[in-house]
Each structure stands twice: as structure tokens, then as C-alpha cells.
């Protein structure tokens, strides 16, 4: 991407199947946060705070309200999930005196990290360093229910987190891609403007139609064996490799 201060001083990339490579991970949404919710449950118990259900129960509440709150979001105007709501949902619906909790601490306790099986894409790094060398402003918006704080281990493990000048999630920010209003967040905090940043993404409704829709230049990043359709909506461009950029 050659540099060219009256057009593009911006990019903006999506996280999950952008940035880091999602492929090769094999588990269920369940198998990878029951146990997580389970050292929660363990905080809350050696919090003493009393908890009326099983640790089983506890999941199945927790599971519930998180599955509802992804599957309901487009029908509320793309309103993006938020861990913490989840979590004190599934606390009162326990029978836990939510007030009480620490819920950073129990958030804390939750323990998100890098999943088995996800690996970053090999030219993540470079492309990044690069763009960072060209004098280019880089940002990060995923659709993620987490703060972003529970997030920077998975940057802190595989090392890209200093090549960002910003990083948001959609549940700290209130929307999902593709409602405007992150992209637009994210344009706010790199002081740039829709027609002066490129936003790359693996998803063609969240990512691609989002992008578009600000007026922003859109990149689709299709590398091998990742199951996307673009169906009606046009990326400005397609990369299989971020070198392409």
C-alpha cells in the first residue's frame, strides 16, 4: 500500500480471521468457556458469596444468556452483547446477590486468553510493521462481547498489540459491526475520516457492508479454507495474504 498523505492515512483491521487465524481451532463455543465460567464459579465460592446452584447450573444459566444475547442482537439494531450484563444476567438468575460482587475481579477470574489451536497469520506482524513504517495510523475494531482488556492477552501472546494505535470491541462500545456507530468510534479515535481509512475484514456483512456503508474503503481478507460468502455485497478489494495489501 503505497503512502499517499491526500488520500489513505488509516487501517483499521478486524481481529478474529484477520489478525490472528481461527482455522485450525476445533472446539465447541461451549467446551471453550465452561471452564473459564468454572474458575469463575470458583472465585465467587472463595469470595464467599453464596451461590444456590451447581457449578453445572451456573454454566447452563451463563450459557443461556450469552447464546440469547448474540442470537438476539441483529433484531435490536446490531446492539452488541456485553460480557458484564451477561455475567450479572446469570448471577441473579442464580440467586447471587450481584451488588455484592466484585465483578471485575470475577471477570478477572474468568481467565480469557489465547484459545488451543489459534495461531496469528504469519505476515500479521510484518504487514503491521510496515504500515506503522510508512507513518500510517492502524486500528483494531472486533466484534467481541469483552472489554478490551480481556482481550490483550491474546495481543500480548502473539505480539502485535504495539504495532495498534487504538483497539475497541464492540461490547464496550455498544454496537456490532456493522452498525456505523463503531466504525465511526474507531474513526473518532484515529482522527481520520471514512473517505481516508481502509478497513480489512473477514466477514462480508459485518466487515465488508459495514465499511461500505460509512464510506470507507473495504478490503476482504479471504485466505484458504475459510468458509465466506460475499453473496450481494462488494469488497474494493480481496486479499488471500495481508502482503497483498
Avoid: C
Avoid at 484515529?190 to 466487515?207: C, I, N, W, Y
Amino acid at each position: 500500500m503505497p503512502r499517499n498523505d491526500k488520500k489513505i492515512d488509516a487501517v483499521i483491521f478486524d481481529m478474529d480471521d484477520t489478525l490472528i487465524d481461527w482455522r485450525n481451532q476445533t472446539k465447541h463455543w461451549l467446551e471453550i468457556h465452561e471452564p473459564k465460567v468454572g474458575r469463575a464459579y470458583h472465585y465467587l465460592q472463595s469470595a464467599g458469596h453464596l451461590v444456590p446452584v451447581s457449578q453445572a447450573e451456573f454454566f447452563q444459566i451463563f450459557s443461556h444468556h450469552s447464546e440469547n444475547s448474540w442470537r438476539t442482537a441483529k433484531d435490536n439494531g446490531w446492539r452488541s452483547p456485553n460480557f458484564l450484563h451477561v455475567m450479572r444476567s446469570a448471577l441473579l438468575q442464580a440467586g447471587v446477590v450481584a451488588d455484592e460482587v466484585d465483578m471485575p475481579a470475577l471477570l478477572k477470574a474468568y481467565d480469557w486468553g489465547v484459545v488451543d489451536g489459534v495461531t496469528i497469520f504469519p505476515d500479521t506482524i510484518p504487514v503491521l510493521k510496515e504500515l506503522k513504517q510508512r507513518g500510517y495510523k492502524v486500528g483494531l475494531v472486533t466484534n467481541a462481547y469483552f472489554p478490551m482488556w480481556m482481550r490483550q492477552p491474546e495481543l500480548d501472546y502473539f505480539a502485535f498489540g504495539e504495532y495498534l494505535d487504538e483497539a475497541i470491541t464492540s461490547g464496550e462500545t455498544g454496537w456490532l459491526k456493522p452498525h456505523p456507530a463503531v466504525f465511526w468510534r474507531m474513526l473518532g479515535l484515529l482522527k481520520t475520516m471514512p473517505e481516508r481509512a481502509v478497513f480489512v475484514g473477514d466477514s462480508p456483512q459485518h466487515d465488508i457492508a459495514g465499511a461500505n456503508d460509512v464510506g470507507m474503503h473495504s478490503v476482504f481478507h479471504f485466505p484458504a479454507g475459510l468458509d465466506r460468502h460475499l453473496d450481494d455485497i462488494r469488497p474494493d478489494h480481496t486479499v488471500e495474504r495481508m502482503t497483498e495489501l
